[in-house]
């Protein structure tokens, strides 16, 4: 069992950055790959990013090149770096864990793991 506890999210105006960190616990952490998703109000679930346990990272089209994802296995925990924000990245954003640790499925239902959820607000 991992639990993930996502932290971070804050009110930004547009153009700026806001990091994000999903800390998790376990010692499994390492053989994970680990995601973000996000979920504006009224819409569905979408694929932000994701790292595998091998430090592959593949990101969705709107968010590529403004937002780096990353992780620390030393610390167990995985990172969001936003930049450029939008009012369009308003949403709150989700840490996910897949015990398919070379997964890079952008689909919810492929991660086994979620977190709570923490809201970024970026207003225009």
């Known amino acids: 069992q991992v639990q993930l506890v996502e932290s971070g999210g804050r009110l930004v105006q547009a153009g700026g950055s806001l990091g994000l960190s999903c800390a998790a616990s376990?010692?499994?952490?390492?053989?994970?790959?680990m995601a973000w998703f996000r979920q504006a109000p009224g819409k569905e679930r979408e694929f932000v990013a994701t790292i595998t346990r091998g430090y592959f990272t593949y990101y969705a089209n709107s968010v590529k090149g403004r937002f780096t994802i990353s992780r620390d296995n030393a610390k167990n925990t995985v990172y969001l770096q936003m930049s450029s924000l939008e009012p369009e990245d308003t949403a709150v954003y989700f840490c996910?864990?897949?015990?398919?640790?070379?997964?890079?499925?952008?689909?919810?239902?492929?991660?086994?793991?979620w977190g709570q959820g923490t809201q970024v607000t970026v207003s225009s």
């Open positions: 376990g010692r499994a952490f390492g053989s994970y790959a």
């Open positions: 996910a864990a897949s015990r398919q640790g070379s997964s890079t499925i952008p689909l919810a239902p492929s991660y086994d793991y």
